[in-house]
C-alpha cells in the first residue's frame, strides 16, 4: 500500500516562484512575442507565447521577466492607466494587473475560445476578441465578462473603438464588423477582400486603417462605410499598424518587414530591419520613437521615425541542434547555417565563432579543453584545436548527413549518420574510416563506455554494440520500432535511449536487454543525460519545451517548466545541479538548481495552529487550522518542489476552526509539502 507523508506546512501570502530553467539566448528570453503596448515614454508592456510578459521601464535598455501565472499563449496586451493592464490569449486566457505588473490574476472569460485581441474604453469598460467569432465585454474592470452577438463565427483578430459605443473589429476572410452602440449590436461592413485582417487603427472618428494577409492594406475615410485598397508594394502578410499623425503610419509583417508611409497611405515604402523573422505588433510613443516586436523574442527600436531600427534583443536565433561543456564555464553549442556559438562565462555571454560554412550542424564534442569535433550535413566534420578561434573542415569520404560525434580519446572518435554510416578516426580526425554498421537505418547517437564498448542507435528502434572498439557491431533487441535519437550511459552497464512518441528505453546489462520506461510523455525526446547514476534529464518536441527529470534510475520521470514553446534538441549538465537545454530558434536555457522550484515563504502567521491529519495518508487528508479565510488556495509540492496538485478550496467553518478535505489519491507514494496561499481578510 502506498503512503504519503507531509513533512512540513507552509502558509504564506507569497506564492510559488518561477521556474528554474531560465533565457541565455536570445536574451532577454526567445519566446514569440505578439503585442507591445507603452504606459507612457519609458514604461512598456510585452507580451507572447508561454505566458510571457516583460516590462521595460527605461524605454526597452533594460526587460525585466514578469510573473504571469500561465502558459498559455498570450495575443495582446493594453493598459487604462499606469497601473491597470490587461493581457489575453490562448483557451479564452485573461488576466489582470493593477500594480505596474508585479502580480496578475486570471479572470473568468467564460469561454474556452482563444482570445487574440483586448481594448478598454475606459477605466471599467472592456471589450475582447477571438476564435469563433467571439466578441467578450466588460463593463466592471474585468470581474465579469459578457458575450456579445458578433453574427459571424469566422475568427476576430483585433478590436478597436473611436468612442464609447464606436467600435470595430476585423479578423478571418476580410470580415469586418461595426458597433454604435456598445458591442449591443454588430453589423458587417464591405471590406472589398477576403483576405483575412489581422489589426485596424483608427487616426480619428472616421479614418482608419486595417491591414494583413497578402500585404493587404485597406483604408475609410468615413466611418467604416466604405473600404479602398491601398498598395502595400509587398506580397507578404502584414500583422499591425499604427500612425503617429494623420499622416505618418506604420505597418509590419512576415520576414521582417516594416513598412511606413508620409501620405495618408497612398504610399508604403519598406524600412530596413535586420531580421528575419515575423513582426506583430507596432507602437509609437511618439513621432520618432517606436517598437516594434516579434518571432523568437525580436524587439526592434528606433528613434528617427523609423529611418533606422536598432535590435533590443540580442543573440542568435538560428536553431541550436547540441550543447557540450569543456569545464563550468566553458561551452559551445551548434546549429542552424553552419551556427557556432561559445562562453567563456557559464553561459552569462555567448559569442559567435565562425565555422567557414552555411550548412547545418547537429552535434558537437570536445575531447580535450581546446580540441572539438562539429558534424553535420552532407558529411561534414570540423575541427579546432584552439577553443573554437579557427574551425576547419575535414575530409570524411561521405556525403551522408552526419548526425553524433564521440571521442574515446584525443585521437579516437566515431561519428554516425544517414543510411547507416559510421565513421572511426584514430589521428585526431586527418583520417576518417567507414565502417560496417550492418545497418542501412539511420544512425542519431553514439556513445562510448570505454575505448572498446560502444553503442548507436536510430530510426526504426535500431541499436547497435561494439565491443572491439568499432570493428564489428551487433544489433540488439530493442522491442520498439520508434525512432531512437540518443543514448547515453552512466556506467558500464546501464543505460538509456530516448526517442519518438516519448519512448524511454534502460538496460541494465550492458544492452543485452532493454525495457520500456514510463516517460509520462508522448512527445519525441530528442537527447538524454545523467548527471548521476539516478538523475537524469531528458529534452524534447512539445508546444511547451519538453524537459523530463528523474530521481530514480529512470523508475519515474516527471515534466519540469521549460519557459518556452520551442523545441529542445540538447542538453548538457556540468554539476549537478548546472545544466543547458537547446533548441528552436537559438533557445538556450540554464538550471542552477537541477531544474527544480523553490518556495519563498515571507510573512507566515505566527501562532497559527494547524493540524494536518492522517499522516502519513493514503487517499485523502484535511487540513485544520484557525486562522484560514473562508477561500484558500492549497497547493501540494514534491521534494524537488514541482507541483503536483493545486486549486482553490472553499474552507468548511464550524466549531471555531475552518477545514479543508483534498483528495491526494492520485499522486504517487512519497514526501510532499503543503502550502496555503491566503488572502488576508478585508
Not at 583520417?431 to 526504426?460: D, H
Not at 512527445?523 to 548527471?531: E, G, R, V
Request: include cysteine.
Amino acid at each position: 500500500m502506498k503512503k504519503i507523508i507531509l513533512i512540513l506546512v507552509v502558509f504564506s501570502l507569497i506564492s510559488l516562484t518561477n521556474a528554474q530553467w531560465f533565457w541565455q539566448n536570445p536574451l532577454p528570453q526567445g519566446d514569440h512575442l505578439m503585442s507591445v503596448h507603452f504606459t507612457n515614454e519609458n514604461t512598456c508592456y510585452t507580451v507572447g507565447y508561454y505566458g510571457t510578459i516583460l516590462k521595460t521601464t527605461n524605454g526597452g535598455n533594460n526587460w525585466t521577466a514578469l510573473t504571469s501565472g500561465t502558459t498559455k499563449w498570450l495575443n495582446s496586451v493594453y493598459f487604462t492607466d499606469v497601473n491597470t493592464g490587461y493581457a489575453v490569449g490562448l483557451d479564452g486566457t485573461i488576466l489582470k494587473t493593477t500594480n505596474e505588473g508585479n502580480n496578475w490574476t486570471t479572470q473568468s472569460s467564460g469561454t474556452t475560445n482563444d482570445l487574440h485581441s483586448v481594448y478598454f474604453t475606459d477605466a471599467n469598460t472592456g471589450y475582447a476578441v477571438g476564435e469563433g467569432g467571439k466578441i467578450l465585454k466588460t463593463t466592471n474592470g474585468g470581474n465579469n465578462w459578457t458575450t456579445q452577438s458578433s453574427g459571424t463565427t469566422i475568427s476576430l483578430r483585433s478590436i478597436y473603438f473611436t468612442t464609447t459605443n464606436t467600435g470595430y473589429a476585423v479578423g478571418s476572410s476580410g470580415k469586418i464588423l461595426k458597433t454604435t452602440n456598445g458591442g449591443n449590436n454588430w453589423t458587417v461592413q464591405s471590406s472589398g477582400t477576403t483576405n483575412s485582417l489581422y489589426s485596424v487603427y483608427f487616426i480619428d472618428a472616421n479614418t482608419c486603417y486595417a491591414v494583413g494577409l497578402e500585404g493587404k492594406i485597406l483604408k475609410t475615410t468615413d466611418g467604416g462605410n466604405n473600404w479602398t485598397v491601398q498598395s502595400s508594394g509587398t506580397g507578404y502578410n502584414l500583422y499591425s499598424v499604427y500612425f503617429t499623425d494623420t499622416n505618418i503610419g506604420y505597418a509590419v509583417g512576415a520576414k521582417g518587414l516594416i513598412l511606413k508611409t508620409i501620405n495618408s497611405g497612398n504610399n508604403w515604402t519598406a524600412q530596413s530591419c535586420s531580421t528575419p523573422y515575423l513582426l506583430y505588433s507596432v507602437y509609437f510613443t511618439d513621432a520618432n520613437t517606436g517598437y516594434a516586436v516579434g518571432d523568437a523574442g525580436t524587439i526592434f527600436k528606433t528613434t528617427n521615425s523609423g529611418n533606422n531600427w536598432t535590435a533590443l534583443s540580442n543573440g542568435t536565433i538560428y536553431a541550436l541542434s547540441s550543447v557540450y561543456f569543456t569545464d563550468a564555464n566553458t561551452g559551445y553549442a551548434v546549429g542552424d547555417f553552419g551556427t557556432i556559438i561559445k562562453t567563456i562565462n557559464e553561459g552569462n555571454n555567448w559569442s559567435a565563432q565562425s565555422s567557414g560554412g552555411t550548412y547545418l550542424l547537429i552535434s558537437v564534442y570536445f575531447p580535450t579543453a581546446n580540441t572539438g569535433y562539429a558534424v553535420g550535413d552532407a558529411g561534414t566534420i570540423l575541427k579546432t584545436t584552439n577553443g573554437g578561434n579557427n574551425w576547419t573542415a575535414q575530409t570524411s569520404g561521405t556525403t551522408n548527413d552526419l548526425h553524433s560525434v564521440y571521442f574515446t580519446d584525443a585521437n579516437t572518435g566515431y561519428a554516425v549518420g544517414g543510411s547507416g554510416i559510421i565513421l572511426k578516426t584514430i589521428n585526431g580526425g586527418n583520417n576518417w574510416i567507414e565502417q560496417s554498421s550492418g545497418t542501412s537505418n539511420n544512425l542519431n547517437s553514439v556513445y562510448f563506455t570505454n575505448t572498446n564498448t560502444g553503442y548507436a542507435v536510430g530510426n526504426g528502434g535500431i541499436i547497435i554494440k561494439t565491443t572491439n572498439a568499432g570493428s564489428t557491431w551487433t544489433a540488439q533487441t530493442s522491442g520498439t520500432s520508434n525512432y531512437l535519437f540518443s543514448v547515453y550511459f552512466t556506467d558500464a552497464n546501464t543505460g538509456y535511449a530516448v526517442g519518438s512518441s516519448g519512448k524511454i528505453l534502460k538496460t541494465a546489462n550492458g544492452g543485452n536487454n532493454w525495457t520500456a520506461q514510463s516517460s509520462s510523455t508522448t512527445n519525441h525526446l530528442y537527447s538524454i543525460c545523467f548527471t548521476d547514476a539516478n538523475t537524469g534529464y531528458a529534452v524534447g518536441l512539445s508546444l511547451d519545451g519538453t524537459i523530463i527529470k528523474t530521481i530514480n534510475g529512470g523508475d519515474n520521470w516527471t515534466a519540469q517548466s521549460s519557459g518556452t514553446t520551442y523545441p529542445l534538441y540538447s542538453v548538457y549538465f556540468t554539476n549537478a545541479n548546472t545544466g543547458y537545454a537547446v533548441g528552436g530558434y537559438g533557445t538556450i536555457l540554464k538550471t542552477t538548481n537541477g531544474g527544480g522550484t523553490w518556495i519563498e515563504d515571507n510573512n507566515i502567521k505566527e501562532n497559527n495552529e494547524v493540524i494536518v491529519y492522517p499522516n502519513p495518508a493514503i487517499n485523502q487528508i484535511t487540513i485544520e487550522t484557525q486562522q484560514l479565510p473562508e477561500d484558500a488556495m492549497f497547493s501540494v509540492y514534491d521534494v524537488q518542489g514541482r507541483v503536483m496538485l493545486s486549486s482553490s478550496w472553499k474552507l468548511k467553518v464550524g466549531n471555531n476552526k475552518n477545514s479543508a478535505l483534498i483528495d491526494i489519491s492520485t499522486l504517487p507514494a512519497g514526501v510532499y509539502i503543503i502550502k496555503a496561499k491566503l488572502t488576508p481578510s478585508a
